[in-house]
């Protein structure tokens, strides 16, 4: 597929940051306003869908995805976790990993639903400030996956 969002591999500042590269595999800390911690595990090559991996890099790619769970709950401590692979708009292989809080803009629907509150600007603020420590957390995890 051409000009694939999800093929490219530099990210612009707004988009947020590339916190892990494997060779199949990259972890991008998403900058999103309403959800700091927002993360998302994608294949590398372009995909679009999970049977059109080999079982041993499904079993790969969702031990990141987990290990990525992990690490989110660990540092951001949020209410629920919501873990969602969809690609209608991007048919590209890549889940989402977000911190869900009862308290965060969208809640109690999805993270693509219309907001349903605002989220007091401190409490934001200090979800960024944990979610500055996901990077080094997600690694730690990956790191002890091998």
């Known amino acids: ?8 591999d530099e990210l612009k500042p707004e988009e947020g940051q590339i916190i892990w590269r494997g060779d199949d595999c990259r972890v991008i800390l998403v900058n999103d306003p309403d959800l700091p911690g927002f993360c998302r595990v994608i294949w590398n090559r372009h995909v679009a869908e999970m049977t059109d991996l080999s079982h041993g890099e499904r079993d790969h790619l969702m031990a990141l995805v987990f290990a990525v769970e992990e690490a989110l709950r660990h540092v951001m401590h949020p209410d629920k976790v919501n873990i969602a692979t969809l ?3 991007v048919p590209h292989i890549h889940w989402h990993v977000i911190p869900r809080f009862r308290d965060d803009a969208f ?12 989220t007091p600007k401190s409490v934001i603020d200090s979800r960024k400030q944990k979610a500055e420590q996901l990077p080094a957390a997600i690694r730690a995890v990956i790191a002890n996956l091998a």
């Open 1 to 8: 597929m051409t000009n694939c969002l999800l093929c490219k």
């Open 107 to 118: 809640f109690p629907g999805s993270a693509w639903s219309q907001k349903t509150q605002e």
């Open 87 to 89: 690609g209608n708009m």
